[in-house]
């Protein structure tokens, strides 16, 4: 028979147990913000809380070729970037699968998510000017500021060279710097009847809401304006502050980029699917910038690779362009259009759905492969390459499943979870009481501390690593109780074993949790082991089922070494316990007394 290890002091157990309560609690509130109601609210799933979810399935390559790894993850975070610009908050966007992305947004309903999954497409254009953007009242400057790219910190210059052409063009097709478009490019991007017809319609409704005096002046402006130097401009255009970000995509570019009022942000959360065309003008930003862009020239599709290195002569990082036949061709023709510029910026803007992702300056005609270099830092260099990359392999989406869910159905759908653990718990009590007796207030303690443990590191695990608490979740929570009384059953029926052997109460309880240990650490590890293999094979709610069982049976056994024994051996030393009917133990100790178990071989006791 096992023998019991030296004499244990559950104060000490119980103060590390107190302790790590107290450590739990203080990052709950004060790691939180706003309101004790704010600071103590789990982060809670589609189906507790209402809301949208979309599921976007990646078509297959060119040939037949499935997305990479890669490549899906670029797809995630560019869509992760759409949905943050269309102003929500706390979306999700993960991969699931080989070629699924799910796109959820607990607490509101919003259709524009349905939008998301249009092909990203990245644009090379021409940088006809640039002012700086410094909130909702901006001042204007002419002046092209040096060209950064949203990876290279704002103080830093990059640029874009290659081998010089032998005999460059003078010849320029670029646009003035009003935002004018090219009669080339103004033939090639007539739209179809009926969409200009709905943006005439648009543009109608919005000269009528900023008055046609704004309007008039707002399209004869030449330059950015400077409030500064002209405070009637300023209340002039001051209607131009409350447009709504589709509002703001129905302006002509040369008022987006010639009225502060329109801020970046304002350009940032603009709808996915109102972004300027490739053969038309853009205004587009990068972090204190706001760009007057020309048509795209280069698109996406025309690179062929992409990667970031260090340079060797001067030690910095770079990130390497090459491009397809017509692809460089084009790139040819625009950096010389860009170099031979006659105006002060020779830039080249990366824009990645609308947004600026780098504006090199163009210090040659390149017409071979192009370095970007700057002061970046690895990871910069590698996520502007992994952008550009993206580019010359174009994923397109389909939604496979698009789901509303309003939160009256979440409301249900959390007060469905909270009873059903409620009534788990409930049962799993009445029953330890009924035959544990004074034991089963062991179980309810265990059972309420556990409780408190897995609700603070629901809070947490919600603010750190994004763990939403779904349905399933609670599932997961609600089968964890059965784990639990399964810890409870092997160490009292233990002790009874113990009891009938002939031990006393006292003697016999670390003889039964030095017996009881082992299988309850080894019932554990399994749940564990199927937990875990569950959430690695399985997506979606039986992943979070998998995860929650899994953080419970930890905290389980926490409560099992930190709690459990130690109380028991509490116990084990009052009046109480030695009473037979308050106990639970009453048939064994009863037994016990009267007919006392004969001493053999086999069960005669090893007191130390």
Request: glycine share 8%.
């Amino acid at each position: 028979m096992a023998q019991p290890q030296a004499p244990m002091r559950p104060s000490r157990q119980l103060a590390v147990l107190a302790a790590i309560f107290i450590v739990l609690a203080a990052l709950v509130w004060f790691g939180g913000s706003g309101g004790w109601r704010n600071r103590l609210e789990p982060k809670l799933g589609l189906d507790l809380i209402g809301g949208t979810t979309v599921t976007l399935q990646a078509q297959n390559l060119e040939g037949g070729q499935k997305p990479t790894k890669d490549q899906m993850e670029t797809a995630r975070s560019i869509i992760d970037q759409r949905v943050n610009g269309l102003g929500v908050a706390e979306a999700e966007v993960v991969v699931e699968g080989d070629n699924n992305i799910v796109v959820s947004l607990p607490g509101k309903s919003d259709d524009r998510l349905k939008q998301i999954g249009q092909t990203a497409e990245l644009r090379f254009r021409m940088v006809l000017g640039s002012t700086g953007d410094t909130g909702a009242t901006p001042s204007a400057s002419a002046t092209p500021s040096a060209s950064t790219g949203a990876s290279t910190p704002p103080s830093t210059a990059a640029s874009a060279t290659g081998q010089p052409s032998a005999a460059p063009s003078a010849t320029s097709a670029a646009p003035s710097a009003s935002g004018s478009q090219s009669a080339a490019a103004a033939a090639s991007a007539k739209p179809s009847e009926s969409v200009a017809a709905d943006l005439a319609t648009r543009r109608t409704a919005l000269q009528n809401k900023v008055g046609q005096a704004a309007w008039a002046a707002a399209l004869a402006e030449q330059a950015p304006v400077d409030f500064t130097k002209d405070q009637g401009k300023a209340a002039l255009y001051t209607p131009f502050k409350s447009l709504t970000p589709q509002e703001v995509a129905d302006l002509p570019p040369s008022i987006q980029y010639n009225i502060p009022y329109i801020t970046c942000d304002m350009l940032k959360n603009r709808p996915v699917g109102s972004i300027s065309k490739a053969t038309e003008p853009a205004v587009a930003c990068e972090p204190g910038t706001k760009y007057q862009l020309d048509v795209a020239k280069v698109l996406g599709t025309d690179v062929k690779s992409a990667n970031s290195g260090i340079d060797s002569q001067n030690g910095k990082w770079t990130v390497n362009l090459s491009f397809n036949g017509t692809g460089q061709n084009a790139w040819t023709d625009l950096t010389r259009v860009a170099y031979n510029n006659g105006q002060d910026s020779k830039q080249v803007a990366v824009v990645l759905d609308n947004v600026v992702v780098s504006a090199p300056v163009i210090q040659n005609v390149i017409p071979g492969d192009a370095t970007i270099s700057g002061t970046f830092t690895k990871s910069e260099a590698q996520l502007l390459a992994s952008q550009l990359q993206y580019g010359a392999l174009p994923l397109s989406f389909t939604s496979q499943d698009a789901q509303s869910i309003s939160a009256t159905l979440g409301s249900s759908h959390l007060e469905a979870g909270l009873l059903a653990a409620g009534i788990g718990m409930l049962l799993v009590v009445l029953y330890s009481f009924f035959y544990y007796r004074l034991l089963g207030a062991v179980i309810m303690l265990s059972l309420v501390l556990s409780g408190v443990l897995v609700y603070m590191s629901i809070v947490l695990l919600g603010r750190s690593v994004g763990f939403t608490l779904s349905l399933a979740g609670f599932a997961g929570f609600i089968v964890s109780l059965g784990v639990a009384a399964d810890s409870f059953v092997i160490y009292f029926e233990r002790l009874k074993d113990e009891i009938h052997e002939g031990r006393s109460p006292r003697s016999a309880v670390p003889r039964a949790w030095v017996r009881a240990r082992r299988t309850i650490i080894s019932a554990n590890t399994i749940t564990l082991m199927a937990a875990a293999i569950l959430y690695f094979v399985s997506i979606g709610s039986v992943k979070g089922f998998a995860f929650a069982l899994g953080v419970a049976t930890i905290l389980d056994l926490l409560v099992v070494f930190l709690f459990r024994h130690p109380i028991m051996t509490l116990f084990a030393r009052s009046k109480a316990f030695l009473s037979p009917r308050v106990s639970g133990l009453g048939r064994v100790l009863e037994g016990t007394r009267t007919e006392p178990v004969p001493t053999t071989r086999r069960n005669r006791p090893k007191e130390a």
